[in-house]
């Protein structure tokens, strides 16, 4: 029985260090177009990038421009729903052929993968009542701010507000969202896609007052991809020129493609 366990440990231990160094599997552009289907990898937990509709397909900013992709490429969609672990495993074992699917770009994340250029981003900033005048880090002062503890905006907050100003620090970026609905706070510190889906329940009500950081998301392939690569490069350009992108967004975040994502840094 020993000896059982210790073979069965052995053979899962090997088999473990065998999938964790197996190459990745580029795509092949010409097999896709032979095929007639493009598998694309999607977030559906996501909103308003991923999501599923009422009968329960992927929708979201994602899933749109995942079939605009399929359609410049002349095939059809095939999306598959991910994870935030799982979606790069899927992508190098060929499970997928692309990922749509939300994916930041970071220097450690294009040491796995191939990234096309910036379809979409995300951008933390402060959010406020819009009848309150504040422009900047130094509008701060006297003001109290909600942010969802630890996070982005936490920090991003945290290390531009000056001396009187009064961070409050909830659980969770709800309940940092009720504190400025409720009048609790005149700030929050919050990303766009949080006030996007305020902004459809409360109109005007808040505005942005100034940007803390954003991130820059991309089209990822697997290494060595690099027709598919070039193709995905060209749609990105296209759906930038001809407003493809820009009714995208304004469909899912209610504004136009944010200039970051348009002439990143």
């Known amino acids: 029985m020993n000896l059982n366990r210790r073979l069965f440990t052995t053979l899962a231990a090997s ?49 749109d ?22 979606r790069i495993p899927y992508l190098l074992s060929g ?25 979409a981003g995300i951008s933390i900033a402060v959010y406020g009542d819009s009848g309150l005048d504040v422009a900047d880090k130094a509008g701060l002062s006297g003001q109290s701010i909600s942010v969802a503890r630890a996070s982005t905006q936490d920090t991003g907050v945290t290390a531009v507000a000056p001396e009187g100003t009064d961070i409050m620090r909830f659980d969770d970026d ?11 706070v005149k700030l929050i510190g919050a990303s766009n ?5 305020i902004a459809a329940a409360t109109g005007d009500r808040f505005n942005k ?8 998301q991309g089209v990822a392939v697997a290494p060595g991809s690099d027709a598919l690569l070039a193709k995905i490069n060209d749609f990105v350009a296209e759906a930038k ?3 493809t992108l820009d009714a995208i967004h304004e469909k899912w975040l209610g504004e136009p493609l944010p200039e970051f994502v348009k002439n990143p840094k």
Do not use: C, H, W
């Open 209 to 216: 007052k100034f940007d803390l950081s954003s991130q820059v």
């Open 241 to 243: 020129s001809d407003g």
């Open 15 to 63: 088999a473990l260090a065998a999938s964790l160094t197996a190459p990745a599997m580029a795509a092949d552009l010409a097999a896709i177009e032979s095929a007639g289907t493009v598998k694309i990898g999607m977030l559906v937990d996501f909103p308003p990038f991923g999501i599923t509709d009422m009968s329960g397909n992927p929708d979201g900013y994602d899933a």
């Open 174 to 184: 709800a309940t940092a969202v009720q504190a400025l609905m409720s009048g609790q």
């Open 95 to 119: 499970q997928v052929d692309v990922l749509v699917a939300s994916l930041g770009i970071t220097a450690e994340r294009a040491e796995k993968v191939d990234f096309s250029n910036p379809y």
């Open 65 to 86: 421009v995942a079939k605009a992709l399929a359609e410049s490429m002349g095939v059809t969609a095939q999306i598959v729903p991910v994870t935030g672990p799982n």
């Open 193 to 197: 896609v949080v006030m996007s889906q």
